[in-house]
């Protein structure tokens, strides 16, 4: 904590900002704080847009960080979970002894769907 608020003051007198480290140590505080409906919705659509979590989102737009947002990348995690998904239960089955052979066919499909999607989205970020 010392070492913490030491590097604090220091970035301070510099006049730069203060990044702790915050992603490698755990997460013990809660902030809470009212926002009107429209901008819950708001606040949601943008997180959830570019990012997993509302938490995350807003802890990087406080902290100063680049938020980036690419159209279409949200389909692409929806694909990519869904494929995540499969490959769990397949694995479960696997290791549980009740399936002998598998058919890949449909998430490979879904692999491919994917990787062109991400090079599309590559290309239209260029």
């Known amino acids: 904590m010392e070492e913490t608020k030491r590097l604090e003051k220091s970035k301070e007198e510099a006049g730069g900002a203060v990044?702790?480290?915050?992603?490698?140590?755990?997460?013990?505080?809660?902030?809470?704080?009212r926002v009107?409906?429209?901008?819950?919705?708001?606040?949601?659509?943008?997180?959830?847009?570019?990012?997993?979590?509302?938490?995350?989102?807003?802890?990087d737009c406080a902290l100063g960080k680049e938020i980036?947002?690419?159209?279409?990348?949200?389909?692409?995690?929806?694909?990519?979970r869904r494929i995540g998904n499969n490959l769990n239960q397949i694995a479960r089955a696997v290791n549980?002894?009740?399936?002998h052979a598998v058919d890949?066919?449909?998430?490979?499909?879904?692999?491919?769907?994917?990787?062109?999607s991400l090079n599309s989205l590559r290309r239209d970020v260029r």
Do not use: C, M
């Not at 990044?19 to 704080?33: H, P």
């Not at 980036?68 to 990519?80: K, T």
């Not at 549980?96 to 399936?99: A, D, E, I």
């Not at 890949?104 to 062109?116: A, I, K, Y």
């Open 36 to 59: 009107t409906p429209e901008e819950r919705v708001k606040i949601e659509r943008r997180a959830l847009g570019s990012y997993r979590t509302i938490s995350r989102y807003l802890r």
């Open 96 to 99: 549980s002894g009740g399936v």
């Open 104 to 116: 890949l066919s449909e998430t490979s499909e879904g692999v491919r769907r994917v990787w062109q």
């Open 19 to 33: 990044n702790t480290g915050s992603l490698s140590k755990a997460k013990t505080e809660i902030l809470r704080f």
């Open 68 to 80: 980036v947002v690419v159209p279409g990348a949200d389909s692409v995690a929806e694909e990519l």
